[in-house]
């Protein structure tokens, strides 16, 4: 697995459950890239404030300075930019990284990724690695799945790109919500080929 520091990738945060797995996994980001973009549905801030009791302002200036005392990390590795910002990098194949998470990822943005809506920056982003070639991963949270939903991640899925729901192991013990979440976030981590120190791996524990 590659420990070089890339240059940079783009994180989205929607308001599905599951933001601890997001603010993990922008912690483990920034220290593989130089630079992560990252952009926030509105629901995605009220998830994060539900879940985490983390606020985070509309301002991307703002976001970045929040996130990065909230999360010990420095502000200079984050450039968030807000859903309408259409002259940002990751709104063209020309500048935008070539690798993407939508962590977690609601329903109604899986939907709108697997049928080109681009409405927001988020849509566009995920539509610009899926034309280019890039490696798109989307992390759902929702139980069940319609079918509807399964539609769309096997349409998606058929189109190269990786669905991932946030399903945890159990099989390396987990004593915390912690490691539940780091669990996920190691997974993602193995799919970007990085290395990490999350949690071992099946038949290297020792046991």
């Known amino acids: ?32 890239y130089q630079k992560v ?21 509309k301002s991307p200036s703002v976001i970045e300075r929040e996130l990065a ?6 502000a200079g590795a984050i450039e968030a930019f807000s859903s309408d910002n259409w002259m940002s990098p990751v709104a063209s194949g020309s500048s935008a990284p070539k690798q993407m998470i939508v962590c977690p990822c609601s329903t109604g943005t899986l939907s709108a990724i697997a049928h080109g809506a681009s409405d927001n920056l988020i849509e566009r982003a995920a539509d610009v690695v899926m034309k280019e070639r890039g490696q798109l991963i989307l992390v759902p949270r929702e139980a069940p799945f319609n079918t509807i939903h399964l539609e769309n991640m096997t349409r998606l899925s058929q189109m190269g790109v990786t669905i991932m729901p946030a399903s945890p192991g159990f099989y390396n013990e987990p ?14 981590l193995d799919h970007l080929n990085l290395e990490h120190s999350l949690g071992h791996r099946w038949g290297y524990s020792g046991n």
């Open 1 to 32: 697995m590659s420990t070089t520091n890339h240059s940079a990738i783009t994180l989205a945060i929607t308001g599905a459950s599951g933001a601890p797995y997001a603010l993990k996994l922008l912690q483990e980001l920034t220290q593989h």
């Open 37 to 57: 973009y990252l952009m926030l549905s509105s629901a995605a801030r009220v998830v994060l404030a539900t879940e985490c009791g983390v606020q985070v302002n």
């Open 69 to 74: 005392e909230q999360l010990s990390i420095d």
């Open 175 to 188: 004593k915390s919500i912690d490691d539940l979440v780091d669990f996920m976030v190691a997974r993602i």
